[in-house]
């Protein structure tokens, strides 16, 4: 009991971050770029989840500018640069790599003075990226009944008590008492219908449910790091503060989970879903809040799960040399299958030699 007590504790601290940045002080404006969309396609193979983007080289991204959530204007833009949003599938898991460029700065067991990161997903048809699915209920009043429709999944990543290059998320100690929790490393498995009502997978206003479980699993990594064998905690803070470089945050989960209390997005090979990606940072070391919570877009992003026969049917069209190998193979097979015939043929056939007597030798 104590120890689903600090678990309560932990999160109501990191939602209280996500509920201040979410109190609005003007009216809602969006103006988004419908042709903006993450293209995840079938690579089977490829991706070892360790933080590093080397076995991303060829995969291709898409480069977002980072606005505030709540004032969306290029004036308040992040100044550390772009983020890329690269994806990819296996046909069983699907995979994420986000990377965003700036000044390391890490400080163990203080969430707010770190990096973070969290991906949501459109779950019900009514769900807005606005208001984390604009549910119109209260804090008292939103359930899983009240606020039907409005549900958004979402994977929330603070490093502060992630080593790097280490997996964190789903684990057998958080997922045996059926939540989406992660009491080593903070990569949670979270649903809400609203900022003011987001809880653990598994948990909820209506009581708690032992069948969820933490489904996501990830890695960070900073181009800082000048060790590439394995940190452990006592290397803590891993690398001096201020130095130049690149965050990598890497992420997977399977494209379909066994929730059915409508708290996972379920992802379809060959079908869309709705993404959005936040990024928080400790602008001039101060603590994360508010101007520091940036997303890719002030709208949902497109998320494209290809299928593998798609990539296949794209060589068609110039594929009139493969067709001409493939009749000359054909025509070889003919001529070596005929020969074969003929020599078998040659073999077996009894000789004809004619017989001579002897008197007439």
Same mark, same amino acid.
């Given at each position: 009991m104590l120890r689903l007590l600090l678990l309560l504790f932990v999160l109501g601290n990191v939602a209280?971050?996500?509920?201040?940045?979410?109190e609005e002080s003007g009216e809602w404006s969006c103006e988004s770029d419908s042709?903006?969309? %993450?293209?995840? $396609?079938?690579?089977?193979?490829l991706i070892t989840l360790d933080g590093h983007a080397d076995d991303w080289e060829d995969i291709d991204g898409s480069e977002f500018s980072l606005l505030p959530a709540l004032d969306p204007h290029a004036e308040h833009e992040y100044k550390g640069g772009k983020m890329n949003v690269k994806a990819l599938h296996d046909g069983h898991n699907?995979?994420?790599?986000?990377q %965003?460029?700036? $000044?390391?700065?890490?400080?163990k067991g203080e969430s707010t003075r770190c990096p973070s990161v969290a991906l949501m997903f459109q779950i019900g048809e009514d769900a807005t990226y606005h208001n984390m699915g604009g549910c119109k209920e209260g804090t008292g009043s939103c359930t899983s009944k009240t606020c039907k429709g409005h549900e958004v999944d979402i994977m929330h990543f603070s490093i502060g008590s992630a080593i790097p290059g280490r997996l964190y998320g789903g684990n057998p100690v958080d997922n045996s008492e059926g939540n989406g929790g992660d009491r080593f490393g903070h990569l949670v498995d979270v649903y809400a219908w609203t900022p003011h009502c987001r809880y653990l997978d598994g948990m909820g206003p209506s009581g708690n449910d032992s069948s969820a479980q933490n489904d996501w699993k990830g890695a960070w990594w900073h181009s800082s790091f000048s060790v590439h064998s394995g940190f452990v905690e006592e290397d803590s803070p891993y690398?001096?503060?201020?130095q130049k470089g690149t965050y990598y945050f890497e992420f997977s989960r399977p494209l379909r989970t066994m929730d059915h209390i409508q708290q996972d997005v379920q992802f379809k090979i060959g079908e869309s879903s709705k993404l959005s990606v936040a990024f928080w940072y400790p602008v001039d070391r101060n603590p994360w809040?508010?101007?520091?919570?940036?997303t890719i877009?002030?709208?949902w992003v497109p998320l494209d799960i290809s299928s593998g026969s798609s990539l296949l049917t794209k060589s068609a069209p110039g594929s009139s040399g493969g067709s001409t190998a493939s009749v000359f193979a054909l025509l070889l097979s003919v001529v070596s299958l005929c020969v074969s015939v003929f020599v078998g043929y040659r073999v077996i056939k009894p000789n004809s030699v004619p017989f001579t007597p002897m008197e007439n030798l």
């Open positions: 209280i971050g996500w509920v201040n940045s979410h042709e903006i969309r %993450v293209l995840a $396609e079938f690579k089977p193979g699907v995979y994420f790599l986000l %965003v460029d700036g $000044e390391y700065v890490y400080s690398a001096s503060g201020g809040h508010g101007s520091g919570h940036y877009n002030c709208d």
